[in-house]
């Protein structure tokens, strides 16, 4: 599991300060304990546009975004779970550029992974990942992926959005 220290050289200083207990706030409201690796990172780094491709929620976003997209989801027989704050449902973390939707689907060991709604390949993409573990492989290309792009020369750049 990857920490901030280790995000520092790929996403620069934490641009959030305290924010985590925000997001564990959020997930008491929907009754689920949230991996505290996704807690720790999307609240030192929310509600940011990765470089202009990857956003990543936080506490600003998180449940607008997975409630207003959660609705339109639902309808997709592509993506084969509900959506937090919905029961048993995936956390809707963010999404890229093109449309893809990045999930952490809780499994039946306690775990949560990272799957996505590919939407360009119209398909449901599983990992046995954890957010943090995938999220660096992803932005220092070191995962084997090819519906992410190939990136600039690390830091990201980071849009914060408010």
Known sequence: MKTIKDFVSVLG????????????????????????DFAEIAGAYG???????????GSRSLQPYSSQMGRLL??????????????????????????????LVPRANGQWTVSAFRRGWGDWHDTD????????LALTGKTAT?????????????????
């Open 13 to 36: 200083a934490p641009i959030r300060q305290a924010e985590r207990p925000l997001i564990e706030d959020i997930a008491s409201s929907w009754s689920v304990p949230l991996p505290d």
């Open 47 to 57: 509600d940011v546009v990765i470089s202009e491709f990857i956003l990543l929620c």
């Open 74 to 103: 639902a309808e997709n027989p592509k993506v084969p779970h509900p959506v937090l704050p919905t029961p048993n449902g995936a956390l809707l973390w963010g999404n890229t550029i093109e449309g893809d939707q990045l999930f």
């Open 146 to 162: 090819d519906w992410l792009p190939e990136w600039e020369p690390l830091p990201h750049p980071l849009e914060i959005i408010d």
């Open 129 to 136: 990942l954890g957010f943090s573990d995938w999220l660096y």
